[in-house]
């Protein structure tokens, strides 16, 4: 009874967002009270540093990352869905050495502009490498088949050909907690541990950057 109204009190909270626009409720203080941005984005954002990453907001056409506040010694756990409806877990990060999961929205601009590059990445790497994983934070696993709907002909107009999954409580908890803005992207490593946080939507090239960053340590 109690996961039962957990779920149902995070539906009633992204639902809120779909209403209310750009604004949406973030529970690393308050579940209620608390607001989850869409970023800005322009064609050449780059990302900097941020000095605290629970703090860190939409930030008008910079891409903010925060590599040393965000690696942790926990490793994610979290059972899903995807969209095609497959269940998939948290061992799926050990079937690449860089896994990149992309947090978007979709009633987010910049999130759904940088897709078409995302799908591109996805694409590019060795997939024992290299993966991408998007999660649809404001679609929920039990959503109506209209909202479903609607996510599937984003992805399928974006060409973002990769899985994605859709929020449940494991996987809110195993993530999403302190996501303060869509597109948050996070590089996760094989034991499940994350490597590095980026907010905020980037060009294909600067993706490519970091990830090849990433590869060669």
Request: hydrophobic share 35%; aromatic share 8%; glycine share 6%.
């Amino acid at each position: 009874m109690q996961i039962r109204y957990q779920v149902y009190l995070l539906s009633c909270i992204f639902f809120i967002v779909l209403l209310g626009g750009c604004a949406k409720n973030n529970p690393t203080e308050n579940m209620e009270n608390s607001t989850l941005h869409e970023t800005d984005e322009t064609e050449n954002s780059t990302p900097q540093e941020t000095e605290e990453f629970e703090n860190s907001g939409p930030t008008g056409t910079e891409a903010l990352s925060d590599s040393e506040n965000t690696a942790s010694s926990d490793t994610i756990t979290f059972e899903a869905r995807t969209l095609d409806g497959a269940s998939v877990s948290a061992d799926l990060f050990s079937e690449s050495r860089i896994t990149m999961v992309n947090v978007w929205a979709t009633y987010c601009n910049p999130c759904i502009r940088e897709m078409p590059g995302l799908g591109e990445l996805a694409s590019a790497y060795d997939s024992g490498d290299f993966q991408l994983i998007g999660i649809v934070s404001d679609v929920l696993e039990d959503a109506d088949e209209r909202t479903l709907q609607m996510a599937e002909e984003l992805i399928t107009q974006t060409g973002a050909d990769y899985p994605h999954l859709l929020l449940n409580e494991s996987l809110y908890y195993a993530l999403l907690t302190e996501v303060s803005a869509v597109p948050t992207t996070f590089f996760v490593d094989q034991n499940g541990q994350i490597l590095d946080t980026v907010i905020g939507a980037m060009e294909k090239s600067a993706w490519e950057e970091k990830i090849d960053e990433l590869l060669e340590k």
